[in-house]
C-alpha cells in the first residue's frame, strides 16, 4: 500500500529541491523527518510539510503504521516558469525565469 502527497506550483526552483529528495529517498519517516529538520535549506521547509501530509494520509485514508512506512519516492518536477525581463546595455532585455516547481512524496509500508 502507498500514500502520496503533492504541493503544486511552489515557488523555488526544483533543482534546489532535488538535492534534498536525493537525501531522503529510502529512508524511514521518522529518519527524512529528522534529516529535513536539521537541514538549513529553504526546500526542507516545503518538503518537510509535504512528507508530513504523506504520512497523515497513509495513517488516516489507508490505516497504515507510521513504523513501517519509508520515503518510496521523493520528487521535484517543473511547474510554470514566470518570464520577466530586466534591461541591459544597448537597448536589449535579458530574460529572469522565475521558476516554480510541484514536489510531491509517497510514502509505502516495508513488509
Not at 535549506?41 to 501530509?53: D, F, I, P
Not at 513501517?68 to 514566470?82: F, I
Request: proline share 5%.
Amino acid at each position: 500500500m502507498e500514500a502520496k502527497a503533492i504541493a503544486k506550483y511552489v515557488r523555488i526552483s526544483p533543482l534546489k529541491v532535488n538535492f534534498i529528495c536525493k537525501e531522503i529517498r529510502g529512508k524511514q519517516v521518522d529518519e527524512a523527518l529528522a534529516i529535513l529538520r536539521y537541514t538549513p535549506k529553504r526546500g526542507a521547509k516545503v518538503l518537510k510539510k509535504v512528507l508530513t501530509s504523506a504520512v497523515a494520509n497513509a495513517e488516516n485514508n489507508f490505516n497504515l503504521d507510521r513504523e513501517n512506512l519509508y520515503v518510496a519516492e521523493a520528487y521535484a518536477n517543473d511547474g510554470p516558469t514566470l518570464k520577466r525581463w530586466r534591461p541591459r546595455a544597448k537597448g536589449m532585455a535579458y530574460p529572469i525565469l522565475k521558476r516554480s516547481s510541484h514536489i510531491g512524496v509517497t510514502v509505502k509500508e516495508k513488509e
